[in-house]
């Protein structure tokens, strides 16, 4: 699909900062190299509120706070699409369906959530002519 920068601008927050810092000193300084120069979008007293609602609808569990205000910030922010790794809390099929109607309720459906390679239309193994 090749380099889609351009046609999005990219933001982070400082969650994922603080994440990217931890760990190997070298892999760190590696991860927020990548991340320098990244616009980020505010935690505040709306993310918090918005993060509260997604733990207490039991969507994602109380131990998984970071992951609900990952969303809450994305969504709060005004973000189209949420790239993430994390198919546990976040971009979990079977709770995506509930997260969405939270957001809708609290009037942010414009958020999308889905790991890189869903988002690249990476190759799934379909596009490949058939034999039979």
């Known amino acids: 699909m090749g380099d889609r920068t351009p ?5 982070t927050s400082q969650l994922v900062i603080d994440e990217a810092s931890t760990g190997d000193p070298s892999a760190a300084a590696e991860r927020l190299k990548l991340l320098d120069g990244i616009p980020t979008v505010s935690i505040d007293d709306d ?5 509260r609602a997604i733990v207490s609808a039991s969507i994602m569990p109380a131990k998984a ?3 609900a205000l990952h969303v809450a910030a994305a969504a709060v922010a005004g973000v189209q699409y949420l790239l993430t790794l ?3 809390h976040i971009a979990n099929a079977h709770e995506l369906p509930r ?3 939270l957001l809708d309720d ?4 414009q958020l999308l959530i889905c790991t890189p390679s869903e988002f690249l239309g990476g190759d799934n ?3 490949k002519e058939s034999n039979s």
């Open 106 to 109: 609290h009037g942010f459906a």
């Open 65 to 67: 706070v970071a992951d």
């Open 125 to 127: 193994g379909n596009d």
């Open 47 to 51: 993310v918090r509120s918005l993060d």
């Open 7 to 11: 046609q999005f601008e990219l933001v």
């Open 86 to 88: 994390n198919c546990k």
């Open 99 to 101: 997260v969405y109607r």
